[in-house]
Every structure is written in C-alpha cells, then in structure tokens.
C-alpha cells in the first residue's frame, strides 16, 4: 500500500504560519492525497525530530525561525543556494538522505516577475533595508539576475559591514538612507518595520526615480505604508505577499508533484485564513 505523503512547517513558534493553509489549498484545488501540517519543534529537538520524519511519512518540510541556520548544517546534502545564503528554507527526503534548498530569494524574484513584468535587475542600483536572513536570500537572488550595484543599509551598521564584505555590497549609512535613492531601480524592505505592532519604517521617497520599483516583504498589512508612500508618489510597487506564496511552490512541487500556482484564488485563501 502506498503511502499519503506528508509535509509540514517546522517553527518555534508556528501557530502564526500561513504556510499550512497555503499547501493546504494547493492539495485540495489539485486533488492531491497528501497533508500539510504545522510542526512546534523546540531548537533542542531539531536534530531529532528531523532524523525521525522520514519514517513517519515525511517527504518533506519547510523550515522558519528560528531553525532555517539550523536545518542548513543538519542536512546530508546542502543545494548552492542555500548554501549560499547560509540558510534552509526547504527540506526534502530522498532515499534516506535530507536535501536542504532555499527558495526565499527564488520567491522574491518570482514575485516581481509576476507583478512586474517590466522591472529587470540589471537596469539600476537596488537598495536594501535590513541585513537579516531574508536580506541574504535577497542579495543573492539580485545578484544571481544581475543587479549592477547592491547598496545595503541597517540599524545595527555592523550587521551590514558583514553582508557588505561577504557579498560585495556598498553600505549606506542607517541615517544617511534618503540620501542613496537617485539612480535606484529597487527599493526593497527587509525590515519588520511597517509590519502591525511593529515600529514605523521612516522612508522619505522623494530622491527616487520614477522607474525604480519599491517592494517590501512584510504582508501584513498587505499595503505597508511604504509602498503607500510609493503608491502615492507613482512608483511602481510590488507587496510582499507573492514572495510568501512563490517560495513555497518549489517544495510542493518536489514533495506532492504538479505545478502549482500562484493565483489571486490563493493570496485570497491565504489572507482569509
Ligand atoms: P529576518 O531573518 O526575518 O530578516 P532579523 O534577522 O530579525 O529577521 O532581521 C530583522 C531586520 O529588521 C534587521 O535588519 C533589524 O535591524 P537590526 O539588525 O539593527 O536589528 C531590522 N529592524 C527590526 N526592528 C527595527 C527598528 N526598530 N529599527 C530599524 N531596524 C529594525
């Protein structure tokens, strides 16, 4: 008898994870027998609770705060970008072996691509606010399609020296981040700046060109008042809700088969939840 595969979100906490309802709608608009569940795994029990999925059923699982470091190391085989970007996202189960990938930068430029077919990396500057792991799955995305020129600006200024030296980048100062808008073809927020509860992300626009791109990948809510600003100033803006739904695709694809895809069906499904 052939089994029903499973796959779920490892996280600490995971309760808040759209993660569930999203694979969760995959697997029902294609009719697919298999579950998605949400996994609470204490840091300590990582590296035993991984070792143990494959014979519970696993094929696969995603990975979120504060495990994805974790799960990198933890893995048998590590794919170049993951590697890379010094993280996992995405674990696969094959033939005994656990496979780390990491589509976070994947899902960022899938993203853009399908809400701005227009924008290219290669035509301008990006800036990036923020020097975390999305950050990092960001940079090496924009380098991988070419941006020219990655300017990189944080709070904590060292936090952006480190990026700035592992990845070649150009570090604007936190306070002098107004200043680096001129020639720009991307602004993006990798901060949780502008997200609810959180603190209000001081951005003043007026230096950006009129083809630069402004995205954020904080979806909650789903018009930041970043891209508000950038809205009202006719920018071109992209929320970050896409990058959520796009980086999942490649895991569901490997772990259930088919292709899915990212419709406004399922950004509806996933706001809803
Ligand atoms: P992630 O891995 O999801 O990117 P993270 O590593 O916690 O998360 O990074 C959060 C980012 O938001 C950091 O760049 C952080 O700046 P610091 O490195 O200075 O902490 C930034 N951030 C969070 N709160 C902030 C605030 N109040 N002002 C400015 N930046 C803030």
């Not at 998605?36 to 990582?46: N, T």
Request: net charge neutral; aromatic share 6%.
């Amino acid at each position: 008898m052939s089994k029903i595969p499973l796959a779920g979100v490892i996280g600490c906490p995971v309760g808040h994870s759209r993660s569930p309802v999203l694979h969760g709608t995959w697997l029902r608009d294609y009719g697919i027998a298999g579950h998605y569940v949400p996994l609470h795994v204490e840091p300590g029990d990582l590296a035993q609770v991984l070792r143990a999925m494959p014979a519970m059923g696993f094929v696969g699982a995603n990975v979120t705060i504060p495990h994805k470091e974790a799960a990198l190391a933890l893995a048998d085989e590590v794919s170049d970008i993951a590697a890379r970007i010094g993280a996992a996202n995405t674990l696969s189960f094959e033939g005994g072996r656990s496979v780390a990938d990491n589509t976070d930068g994947y899902g960022f430029m899938a993203n853009l691509r399908q809400n701005a077919p227009d924008w290219r990396a290669d035509q301008g500057a990006a800036l990036i606010l923020g020097a975390g792991g999305a950050a990092r799955a960001i940079i090496v995305a924009l380098q991988d399609a070419g941006a020219p020129e990655i300017r990189i600006t944080n709070r904590t200024r060292a936090r952006a020296d480190a990026l700035a030296a592992e990845f070649g980048l150009t570090v604007v100062d936190w306070d002098a981040r107004s200043q680096a808008l001129g020639d720009l073809g991307l602004l993006v927020n990798t901060t949780s700046l502008g997200m609810a509860g959180q603190g209000a992300l001081e951005m003043p626009l007026a230096g950006l060109p009129e083809r630069a791109l402004v995205t954020d990948i904080v979806y909650t809510p789903l018009e930041t008042p970043l891209l508000r600003d950038a809205r009202a100033r006719g920018l071109r803006v992209v929320d970050g809700l896409g990058m959520l739904l796009h980086q999942a695709a490649p895991g569901f694809a490997r772990w259930f088969g088919g292709k899915p895809q990212v419709t406004d069906a399922l950004r509806r499904a996933v706001l809803g939840a």
